[in-house]
């Protein structure tokens, strides 16, 4: 079973404009969450993460929402850059530390 | 600061054949875990050590095993290679929930 879901393959979208990423879970288990950027051929880089005592978390340009009665977490860029072009995975942790991945989002920027 | 370095990049064998990855965590980390990833799939979880203990394994076969060392390096390693286990294997440092991934290996199973 899938225990944590990227519904969507793919998203574009315009430099400048925001990007929203989702995410869902179905383990209440989980109490952290971590967004990872990843480029061919690389490793995934770390984002951002939140506790799932918060249900928001900023750095920079990048905002993490946690709705835990929804079972459902967001990444929000803002503005995008064609930089931040990349497969985003989102992972969700339990008290054991072992990551389970979504199947990631492929996000264009177009200029 | 060096990150998560992994040896060797990329790597082919033959179905039958055995292979051993290492990882160098980031210096102050204890914890390693290994990450198996196939295209266009996220990362599946394999193994996580932490101070040379095993802490968990994922749903993988008895083909793969690992160990830490007492310089928290890891190897990961596979016997009776499969077509199936062609995949890019990443392994990751942490020293609490953030996990941070090196550049992986590439491994291909002719």
């Known amino acids: 079973d899938q225990q944590v879901k990227q519904n969507s393959p793919s998203l574009s979208v315009q430099e400048g404009r925001i990007s929203i990423l989702n995410c869902d879970y179905t383990n209440s288990m989980f109490d952290y969450f971590l967004w990872y950027k990843k480029y061919p051929a690389e490793g995934p880089t770390f984002l951002i993460s939140i506790s799932s005592i918060k249900d928001k978390n900023e750095d920079g340009r990048f905002t993490v929402f946690l709705n835990k009665s929804a079972k459902h977490l967001s990444l929000h860029i803002v503005p995008s850059q064609p930089g931040d072009s990349a497969v985003y995975f989102c992972a969700a942790s339990d008290y054991r530390g072992k990551l389970i991945f979504g199947q990631g989002t492929e996000l264009s920027v177009k200029p | 600061d060096a990150g998560v370095t992994q040896s060797p990049t990329h790597l082919i064998k033959t179905r039958g054949q055995h292979v051993t990855l290492r990882c160098s965590p980031i210096?102050?980390?204890?914890?390693v875990s290994w990450y198996q990833q196939v295209l266009g799939q996220g990362p599946q979880f394999i193994f996580q050590?932490?101070?040379?203990?095993?802490?968990g394994r994922g749903n993988f076969p008895d083909r793969f095993s690992a160990r830490q060392f007492p310089n928290y390096s890891s190897e990961l390693n596979v016997n009776a290679l499969l077509l199936g286990d062609s995949a890019l294997y990443l392994c990751?440092?942490?020293?609490?929930?953030?996990?941070?991934f090196g550049p992986g290996t590439r491994l291909t199973v002719l």
């Open positions: 050590y932490y101070e040379k203990e095993e802490r």
């Open positions: 210096s102050g980390h204890k914890s």
């Open positions: 990751a440092s942490s020293p609490d929930y953030e996990q941070f």
